[in-house]
């Protein structure tokens, strides 16, 4: 089992900046691929960013060019730097490790999310 601890969340004004973090441990943390989900209210859950294990990332079209996923040397601490954020990317966001190494791979640890309201 891997535990998930989201952090960083908050209020922020539209063009603004945040920085959100994943910890990650247990016995099982390494060798999977990390991704941050996002739900926003009254919406479904939807996918935003991922990194694989060796480090290549994948960003959602609503996302890429503002959004920076990155893993530190430990490879236990996965961030979602987010830059000029919009209004619509208010939302609660959930980091999750993957089964596997390699993205796509199916996701069944879920943090407990973190909640970023952006202001227009």
């Known amino acids: 089992q891997v535990q998930l601890v989201e952090s960083g969340g908050g209020l922020v004004q539209a063009g603004g900046s945040l920085r959100l973090s994943c910890a990650a441990s247990g016995r099982t943390s390494s060798g999977r691929a990390m991704a941050w989900f996002r739900r926003a209210p009254e919406k479904e859950r939807e996918f935003v960013s991922a990194i694989n294990w060796p480090g290549s990332t994948y960003y959602a079209n609503s996302v890429k060019g503002r959004f920076t996923i990155s893993r530190d040397n430990a490879k236990t601490t996965v961030y979602l730097q987010m830059n000029n954020l919009k209004p619509e990317d208010t939302a609660i966001y959930y980091c999750?490790?993957?089964?596997?190494?390699?993205?796509?791979?199916?996701?069944?640890?879920w943090g407990q999310g973190t909640q970023v309201t952006v202001s227009s």
């Open positions: 999750a490790a993957g089964d596997g190494p390699y993205y796509p791979t199916p996701f069944r640890s």
